[in-house]
């Protein structure tokens, strides 16, 4: 199926190409065997790779082996599975046919893919998996005496209007290049060039050319239609994307953790176990967020880079977030917490050494004869860079609880990371030459999905902060941390 999907758009420009042509015979004679044997010869291999492909459930890992003419085995140990997560595209889901994924955390992704299993053995498998794992119970193997989950508590949900409001906010500017290019590409189907204002005053003028009359206030409707119809395109796009990938979102809290299933035509359920969670991230828009509407993600083991975060709520309020906060054993900031902020030192570093950076430009600029660009541009320089500084040492914070870290960063798109000190893989203290003349730090932390840094910290405060946080990594082993908190959940 996937192999299948792959050939769709080569065929369609192939078929394309030889219209154009104006030669129909030839598509018939050539064109359309051609398509067919191609279509028959990956049937045939995908299915002689689907028989080759095979999985064994251990007594202390899962052994998949897969190849046609070479043939390949791999091994992950139970320890070392994550998560479980399943997956089900448009096509397999109409057989009733799910993709399990096992995730390991490591840089390369999911180590193992089982491509495509009904989806009643996906179920079982997964939570067989997690009870070899997490209990060690051999005696599973057979699948049949696998406990009932108790009853699923539902944390979040999101309505259809929820998801289409959630879809205005998501408007695309990419997706209206790409369309833009698109028509570029095919504006020989249409009888006027598609970029000439003037061939669309005329086909909007209509009998009598009403609209070619009125002037500069016909250039003005033409950029305002013009205008309207990028806008409606990428809201519609923004909607049609949202719609696809959160239609029937629902979050609930089960025995196995948090439980996330959402998709239209690619529907996806994955379970995020909360005693793996390390971090979470409160994230808002620059609009959303003069709404309310803010997005929460699960920083875990199982993500293996920034972008692999867990997103358990993606738009809602802060009252619905709070909940869902809580049951990960996470508290939001009090009142009473004590905040604080980079160095002015750091920030007036920034500002100078973008200053700078335009005065070269500036100078460049006046060597070849623009001197109104060389004066131009540090005066316009200097007002961003200090303004994007001030905002900067405005907005961003960051504290340290008994339990947890803090950290507020951007003014534009703001966001906010809570991590668990006890859970951190590490701490660093990162001085560049400047820094070490000007006396501060930038103290990154460990995680194993993205990164969690505070940056400009006055040096003797970056080293209390490594003490801290070293203090309570070492006070508990991080194995232990996830043993004892997957017995309490």
């Known amino acids: 199926m996937s192999l299948l999907s792959q050939l769709v758009f080569p065929i369609l420009l192939g078929g394309f190409a030889i219209l154009d042509e104006g030669d129909f015979d030839d598509v018939v004679t050539y064109f359309v065997p051609l398509v067919l044997a191609v279509v028959g010869a990956n049937i045939l291999f995908a299915y002689l790779r689907w028989r080759r492909l095979t999985y064994t459930v251990g007594e202390a890992d899962i052994r998949v082996e897969s190849g046609v003419l070479s043939r390949s085995a791999r091994s992950v140990p139970y320890e070392r599975i994550q998560d479980v997560s399943l997956e089900q595209k448009p096509i397999p889901r109409l057989f009733g046919l799910v993709e399990v994924k096992f995730e390991t955390g490591a840089g390369g992704g999911d180590d193992i893919a089982l491509t495509y299993l009904p989806a009643s053995e996906g179920e079982r498998l997964r939570e067989l998996v997690r009870s070899l794992r997490e209990e060690g119970a051999v005696a599973q193997v057979g699948g049949d005496n696998l406990a009932p989950a108790e009853q699923a508590q539902v944390l979040f949900a999101m309505s259809p209007k929820r998801v289409v409001t959630f879809g205005l906010f998501e408007f695309s500017l990419a997706i209206v290049a790409v369309l833009g290019g698109l028509a570029q590409q095919f504006d020989v ?78 529907r996806t359920d994955l379970v995020m176990p909360v005693h793996r969670v390390q971090a979470l991230r409160i994230g808002t828009g620059l609009v959303r967020r003069l709404f309310g509407w803010h997005s929460l993600k699960l920083v875990s083991l199982a993500s293996d880079s920034g972008s692999a975060n867990h997103e358990a709520v993606p738009f809602a309020q802060m009252e ?23 160095m002015p030192a750091y920030r007036i570093d920034g500002f100078l050494l973008g200053l700078a950076a335009m005065s070269a ?24 860079f200090g303004t994007h500084e001030y905002l900067r040492w405005r907005w961003d914070l960051h504290a340290i609880g008994p339990s947890q870290l803090y950290v507020r960063h951007g003014w534009f798109a703001p966001s906010l990371a809570i991590a668990a000190r006890e859970k951190l893989q590490s701490v660093e203290i990162v001085r560049n030459p400047l ?11 460990g995680l194993a999905g993205g990164r969690l840094r505070m940056r400009g910290v006055a040096l003797a405060d970056a080293w209390r902060i490594r003490e801290a946080v070293l203090e309570s990594m070492a006070e508990q082993d991080f194995s232990d941390v996830i043993e004892s908190r997957a017995v309490r959940d």
């Open 361 to 384: 430009i500036a100078i460049g600029a006046a060597l070849l004869g623009r001197a109104d660009l060389a004066l131009l541009l540090p005066l316009l320089g200097g007002l961003w």
């Open 435 to 445: 820094a070490r003349l000007r006396g501060y730090a930038d103290v990154h932390f």
């Open 320 to 342: 619905e977030i709070a909940p869902v906060v809580a049951e990960t054993g996470f508290t939001l900031p009090g009142d009473g917490i004590e905040w604080h902020r980079a």
């Open 189 to 266: 189907l249409l009888p006027f060039e598609i970029w000439d204002w003037r061939a669309w005053r005329e086909q909007l003028a209509g009998p009598g050319q009403w609209l070619a009359g009125l002037g500069s206030l016909a250039q003005a409707i033409g950029i305002m239609v013009a205008f309207g119809s990028l806008l409606l395109v990428g809201v519609a796009t923004g909607v049609t994307r949202t719609a696809l990938r959160e239609w029937g979102f629902r979050l609930e809290r089960s025995d196995k953790g948090l439980r996330r299933r959402r998709g239209l035509l690619t």
